[in-house]
């Protein structure tokens, strides 16, 4: 028997893959955010990370920032796709190197270790914003915004320090100057 | 202040105001608050299905066959799922139902009580859109609102699903109207620019290779869609290929029309396809039974693209202009446009296109449909050809089930108006054809309507004949009976060594004394020569029959493009039956 494969057709030879940041306006209602989670799930497409926060309190509508893979065409059709929902409002998308835009996503670590280590985490995480949110004579909570690759390597160079914990929320992002999405 | 009604009242009065004169359905307890409120509504008619996906696939016949949407009601839990497959069906062909289900108590829900399922979670990948309605004062707005998803745009299901406490409760009813337009934004559409009428005249010009493919958004559009393709395509003197939904779009038997294309389509439509130099796809997908083999699809044409669905532009196939617009908008304009300019087109292109069309004659000369007929066994395509002849001037709807006696109806029955062909395409569902011909009985009374069906599709169904009888509706079930799952073995002679694994049905029923214990009529034909007799038997009796075809048990439905093979590549009939490549066999 022939080795298994895609059902259906043929694979077309995909385009370019590249980062994407999609940000999607919806009414926040019950199980939007199944909807949006749901579409991609279902037609196969990528979600590295996932933010969403209602913006707008008296329209209820919620940001929903999703940072995604795939090949141009894939893209388009996430964004088509996004479009057909009944509630979502509009769509933005750029590519993740876009100089255009602003993202950050923000960490807590946590880390036992004394003062003296406390200040060594600091320094390494200086360029990131670092604030303590705690700090015990045993360990300490420290919160950073940075992008992704940053955060991902500081949590490397904490490790040493005695890191026991990170939490951390998807990306968000805004643009530059007087503009905003449209 | 207004009057308050109760939940199950406010549901009665939306579909009032929608104009809904029937409804498909199958009670259960956690919709008995509506049913009982059936009784005080007497323009509404119900249905009683005998299985809640029976209920759907009528909703869909009805739908399809009236361009009204289906309405269907049917209980939580079980009543929902079973839906499920008809939701599905109407999502993937775009038909517009509106499915309003019961749910338990809103105390209830999340408790895992009786007859309990998550509704919505599992119905929202197959509906455009779905509600569960926690408030009695959102009820009315709800229900207007699903009608509006469930026909605006590319049409399609959506799902309603009512806690049984909010079926109790007195509410505001408000009759709310339009209300997706102003938040859709452009969602809907969006005129046609003059500019991309231009291009779109420009291409046609400038053609000498050209072709029409067109499919299910015609028939969506509406019965002016079909007028003014039809003037188009007689304007532009260009062939026509059609997809398998698009079928009665244009006339079957006309001689621009080049039959359908796609996997079991002509081998003049298929060529045509992958020769031309210009592809107008007006309301078609670019489906994988269409396209075959992507990267060979059409190689040297120039594409156009109709769609009322932004998301459908670009998704399978590249195209050189994209116009996202309904069918019937975009062909007034364009025809508008087209004759303000160019007077005498069709005498000035004639000379241009004389090549092609006879390249197209000697594509035809190779006659793909034929087959080599017996006087001792029917053959199914000679029943289907005979059932044309003696049904074609009667003004008949057609229902399948799904297989190669679908393919066959597709290939030899001979449509000339839209709205008469119902068949499952994008999902595929065996079982669709005897509930949907209910569902279209329903909505024309006095027209002959008849299900092609399969032995075996039409036993996953066949509790529906209960619900026919009941009702009175004279639907006819012609079974062209090989007894396997037909389509099932031909793929497995062709792609697996002719191992018929589990495709032969051992121990099927007798039709004809089935027939008789739901109380309609059963007749068997098993030779040539008695079929016409029979078929004119079926036709003139006033009640619903099973008509036991018995075919040839090993006929293969030929042309066939194998997967992954490109337009141009089709088996004819047995005697090329090919090796298929390794890569061919493991696609669907």
Not at chain 2, 289 to 296: F, L, S
Request: positive net charge; glycine residues 8%.
């Amino acid at each position: 028997m022939a080795k298994s494969k895609s059902a259906y057709s043929e694979p077309v030879k995909a385009g370019k893959i590249d980062h994407h940041i999609i940000v999607v306006w919806v009414d926040n209602e019950a199980g939007v955010l199944a909807r949006v989670a749901g579409l991609f799930s279902g037609r196969g497409y990528n979600i590295e990370s996932l933010a969403v926060a209602e913006v707008d309190k008296k329209k209820h509508i919620s940001r929903i920032t999703i940072v995604t893979t795939g090949s141009p065409e894939v893209i388009e059709q996430i964004k088509l796709q996004l479009k057909k929902l009944i509630p979502v409002h509009k769509v933005a998308d750029f590519k993740r190197n876009d100089k255009e835009i602003l993202f950050r996503e923000l960490a807590l670590f946590k880390v036992l270790g004394n003062s003296k280590k406390q200040e060594k985490a600091k320094k390494i995480c200086k360029k990131f914003n670092p604030v303590f949110l705690e700090r015990t004579k045993k360990s300490f909570v420290l919160q950073v915004t940075a992008l992704r690759r940053d955060i991902d390597k500081l949590a490397l160079d904490l490790k040493p320090l005695g890191l026991i914990s990170t939490s951390r929320t998807g990306a968000v992002a805004m643009t530059r100057g007087a503009k905003t999405f449209s | 202040m207004p009057k308050l009604l109760s939940g199950a009242q406010i549901v009665f009065q939306a579909l009032i105001d929608q104009k809904v004169e029937h409804i498909f359905g199958y009670p259960g307890g956690a919709v008995l608050p509506i049913y009982d409120e059936l009784k005080n509504h007497k323009t509404i008619k119900h249905i009683l299905a005998r299985h809640e996906q029976g209920a759907g696939h009528a909703a869909e016949g009805y739908a399809r066959s009236s361009g009204k949407p289906g309405v269907m009601l049917v209980t939580s839990g079980p009543g929902a799922t079973n839906a499920v497959t008809a939701l599905t069906d109407a999502y993937m062909d775009s038909v517009p139902l509106v499915c309003i289900s019961g749910q338990v108590p809103t105390h209830l829900i999340g408790t895992d009580a009786f007859q309990e399922c998550d509704t919505t979670g599992i119905t929202r990948p197959c509906t455009k859109h779905n509600w569960l309605v926690k408030d009695v004062n959102k009820l009315a707005e709800t229900m207007h609102l699903a009608f509006e998803v469930a026909t605006t745009g590319r049409p399609g299901p959506v799902l309603i699903d009512i806690p049984k406490d909010i079926q109790f409760k007195k509410g505001k009813y408000k009759f709310v109207k339009n209300k997706l337009k102003k938040k859709l934004n452009g969602k809907v559409i969006n005129k046609v620019s003059n500019n991309e009428l231009d291009i779109f005249i420009d291409m046609i010009k400038k053609s000498k290779r050209p072709i029409f493919y067109t499919g299910g958004g015609i028939i969506n559009s509406g019965p002016e869609a079909s007028k003014l393709l039809r003037e188009l395509v007689s304007l532009t003197g260009f062939p026509i290929t059609s997809t398998l939904q698009g079928l009665g779009a244009y006339p079957g038997d006309d001689p621009q029309f080049l039959g359908m294309l796609g996997m079991h389509g002509t081998f003049e439509a298929n060529n045509a396809m992958h020769d031309c130099d210009l592809m107008i796809n007006i309301g078609a997908r670019f489906d994988d039974r269409i396209t075959g083999k992507v990267d060979e699809f059409s190689p040297n044409s120039k594409k156009i693209h109709v769609d009322i669905d932004p998301s459908s532009i670009g998704k399978n196939i590249k195209v050189d202009l994209a116009i996202v617009s309904d069918v019937s908008n975009l062909l007034k304009a364009l025809l508008k446009r087209f004759k303000e300019k160019n007077k005498n087109f069709l005498d000035s292109n004639k000379e241009k296109t004389s090549q092609w069309w006879s390249q197209i004659s000697k594509w035809r000369e190779k006659k793909s449909l034929n087959f080599i007929n017996s006087d001792k066994v029917i053959k199914p395509q000679h029943a289907v050809q005979r059932l044309y002849e003696l049904t074609k001037n009667k003004d008949t709807f057609i229902t399948t089930e799904v297989g190669q006696h679908q393919m066959w109806a597709a290939q030899h029955y001979k449509f000339d108006k839209p709205n008469r062909w119902m068949t499952s395409g994008g999902l595929g569902t065996m079982g669709y054809g005897l509930p949907a011909a209910v569902g279209v009985q329903i909505a024309h009374p006095e027209k002959l309507v008849i299900d092609i069906a399969g032995e075996a599709s039409v036993l996953m169904t066949m509790q529906e004949m209960s619900t026919a009888v009941q009702y009175r509706l004279p639907i006819k079930i012609f079974i062209l009976n090989n007894e396997y799952m037909g389509m099932v073995r031909q793929w497995q002679e062709l792609l697996h060594e002719k191992n018929y694994s589990e495709s032969y049905t051992a121990a099927l029923p007798d039709f004809v004394k089935l027939a008789e214990s739901y109380g309609c009529v059963g007749i068997r034909a098993k030779t040539p020569s008695e079929l016409d007799a029979k078929i004119n038997e079926m036709i003139n009796i006033d009640k619903p029959v099973i008509f036991d075809c018995v075919v040839d048990k090993a006929e293969n439905c030929f042309p066939m493009i194998p997967s992954g093979k490109p337009h141009n590549q089709m088996i004819l009939g047995p005697e090329e039956e090919e090796e298929i490549s390794d890569e061919g066999k493991v696609l669907v």
